[in-house]
């Protein structure tokens, strides 16, 4: 039974920091592409960053220099440390896993940017 399961979202004071995690199981995690979304309340669901199986990163232009995804394939969890917020990272973020033959997607969490 695949489960990917997000914890470390909350409220935060801009300029503040998260640290986001996804943890797997069910699926073979380390050969897989790894990734977070949000969704902002009456937005598009968007990629906020992914990871590739060989380490390869990208990021959404907004978040450069600010976000950073990690992976750790030993536990099978998948991170993004979020630095320097701002009141237009509030959004529920989803983890998404995927290969060719699969796409699985955390039930999100939400966080809160405000002052």
């Known amino acids: 039974q695949v489960q990917l399961v997000e914890s470390g979202g909350g409220l935060v004071q801009p300029g503040g920091s998260l640290r986001l995690s996804c943890a797997a199981s069910?699926?073979?995690?380390?050969?897989?592409?790894v990734g977070w979304h949000r969704q902002a309340l009456g937005k598009q669901r968007e990629l906020v960053a992914r990871?590739?199986?060989?380490?390869?990163?990208t990021y959404a232009d907004s978040v450069k220099g600010r976000f950073t995804i990690s992976r750790d394939n030993a536990k099978n969890t998948l991170y993004l440390q979020m630095n320097s917020l701002k009141p237009e990272d509030t959004a529920v973020y989803y983890c998404n896993v995927y290969s060719t033959t699969y796409d699985y997607w955390g039930q999100g969490t939400q966080v809160t940017v405000s002052s």
């Open positions: 069910g699926m073979i995690f380390s050969i897989s592409t």
């Open positions: 990871i590739t199986d060989g380490g390869t990163t």
